[in-house]
């Protein structure tokens, strides 16, 4: 497993934009696919995107495309989440994860940074 730590969250209003960072520690890096995940109050989690160990793929539901991007630095252990357009309603604690490609599950978490959207 790989120990991640979440950080660049904060306070913005709506039509802004914030960068969020996981930095990775542990292992191999660019064995992990890292994937964001987000929990609104009172909502359960839910994916937004992933990216692959070489960052050559991402993965964007619907509702992440056009406004938020994922990237990676492998030489940086650090995957980033740039996030523009933000909406209230995106307002969330935002979870990095890990898992390696062979991996059903993510099995490894970091502890969340808080995003708070104003209107």
């Known amino acids: 497993q790989v120990q991640l730590v979440e950080s660049g969250g904060g306070l913005v209003q709506a039509g802004g934009s914030l960068r969020l960072s996981c930095a990775a520690s542990?292992?191999?890096?660019?064995?992990?696919?890292i994937g964001w995940f987000r929990q609104a109050p009172g909502k359960e989690r839910e994916f937004a995107l992933a990216?692959?160990?070489?960052?050559?793929?991402?993965y964007y539901p619907g509702s992440a495309k056009g406004r938020f991007t994922i990237s990676r630095d492998n030489t940086k252990n650090t995957v980033y989440l740039q996030m523009s357009g933000l909406k209230p309603e995106d307002t969330a604690v935002y979870y990095c994860?890990?898992?390696?490609?062979?991996?059903?599950?993510?099995?490894?978490w970091g502890q969340g940074t808080q995003v708070t959207v104003s209107s």
């Open positions: 994860a890990a898992r390696t490609v062979s991996a059903i599950e993510y099995d490894s």
């Open positions: 542990g292992r191999t890096f660019s064995d992990y696919v």
């Open positions: 990216i692959s160990g070489s960052g050559r793929i991402t």
